[in-house]
Each structure stands twice: as C-alpha cells, then as structure tokens.
C-alpha cells in the first residue's frame, strides 16, 4: 500500500478504521502515520497503538504515550515489549501514580535489561507490584532480587516466585522455598513444571531433599 493511502487512513473519519491502523504492525516503516494517531483524540486508537510493536520505531511517540493522561494508554504500553529499547519510557513507568501500570511493567519481560528498574519493582510497597514482578522471566539474571523475593513477608509474593521456571536456576532458593511456612507457597513450587521433582505433595517436599539435575531438553 503507498505511503499516501495508509496516510488517508489515518485521517479516515471512522475511528474503527483508524484503530484498525494504529494495531498493524506495518505501520513501522511510517513514522508520520504513527505520530498522527499518537494525537488521535480518540482515546481507543490511542490505547490500540500503545499495545503495537511498531512503536520502537519511533522512541518520542513511546515517550509521549508514557504520560499519556489515559490511563489504559500507560497500562498498554507498560505491557508492550517495544519498551525494551527505551530506558526513559520505562522510568516513567515504573514511577507512574497508578497501581495497575507498575504492575503490568513489574510483569514485562522487557526489564531483563533494566537491573535498576526491577531493583525499584521489588520493594514497591504495594504487593501486588511484587508479586507481578516475582513471576517475571526477566529475573533470570538477577539472584539478589530473586532471595529478597524469597524473603517477601507477603505469601502471594513469594508464591509467584515458586511458579516461576526461571526458579530453577535458584537451587538454594528451591530449598528455601520447599520449607516455607505457608502451604500456599510450597503448592505453587510442587506445580512448577520446571522444577524436578518425585512427588508433587507439598507436604512431601518438606520431608524429602530436593533432587537437583538438569532439566530434560
């Protein structure tokens, strides 16, 4: 399609056209395009376009959504891995006011490169925050924030972390965890399909070692 038509499109009248165009990813290539539709005053493109890959083509429309006063925008975009390449879209969304937009970000896969920004998620005082980021993937490099996770006071927090198969590189955690006072915990850790295991009775896992091998290719 020429670069003119998918212009007119995005001036088209009917908002179901242009959110049609603020989610196809073929809008990468045109950064005019996304730009007009960043200003849309139609607050539903705008969220359609928070949730598109082809954002991280153009950082300053990322950095605009991120304040974005809507907040299903900020919530979209804070769940959108294009943020990745744009470390001031992530700061801003980690500081957000609302609750439920550091909480989608606590949950991005995206922050595997941002060690400062997971430091921060870790000890928001909200637990749901906590727990969101305790079943992230992202905190495969991080063994400090996962033993402080580990340590979380709220059983939720540290149940989200016993689900996560990237617990498995944790093996001292895994016998931390095994031996957790709340069955809730030592529940979500006998589930982890990651985690090698002869029986999947919470109760067992505190009576029997943890056997440690390498996860089956």
């Known amino acids: 399609m020429k670069p003119e038509w998918v212009e007119n499109l995005a001036q088209n009248k009917d908002p179901n056209v242009r959110r049609c165009l603020a989610e196809s990813p073929a809008i990468a290539c045109l950064p005019m395009v996304i ?10 493109v705008r969220e359609f376009l928070a949730n598109n890959s082809a954002l991280s083509a153009v950082p300053d429309v990322m950095e605009k959504l991120a304040k974005d006063e809507d907040l299903d925008i900020r919530y979209c975009l804070a769940q959108n891995p294009a943020i990745a390449a744009v470390p001031i879209v992530i700061e ?7 609750s439920d937009v550091r909480q989608t970000l606590a949950s991005n896969p995206a922050l595997a490169n941002h060690p400062e920004i997971i430091e921060k998620l870790s000890t928001d005082r909200y637990s749901w925050i906590r727990e969101a980021l305790a079943e992230n993937s992202a905190l495969a490099d991080f063994p400090q924030i996962v033993e402080l996770l580990a340590s979380d006071r709220i059983s ?45 009775n919470p109760q067992a896992w505190q009576t029997q070692p943890v056997t440690q091998k390498a996860p089956s290719i």
């Open 35 to 44: 730009k007009a539709l960043a200003n849309d005053q139609d607050r539903s």
């Open 92 to 98: 801003t969304l980690a500081s957000d006011e609302d």
């Open 156 to 200: 939720e927090v540290r149940g989200s972390l016993a689900a996560n198969p990237t617990l498995v590189n944790f093996p001292e955690l895994i016998e931390k965890l095994v031996s957790d006072e709340d069955p809730y915990v030592c529940e979500a850790l006998a589930r982890n399909p990651a985690i090698p295991t002869r029986t999947a």
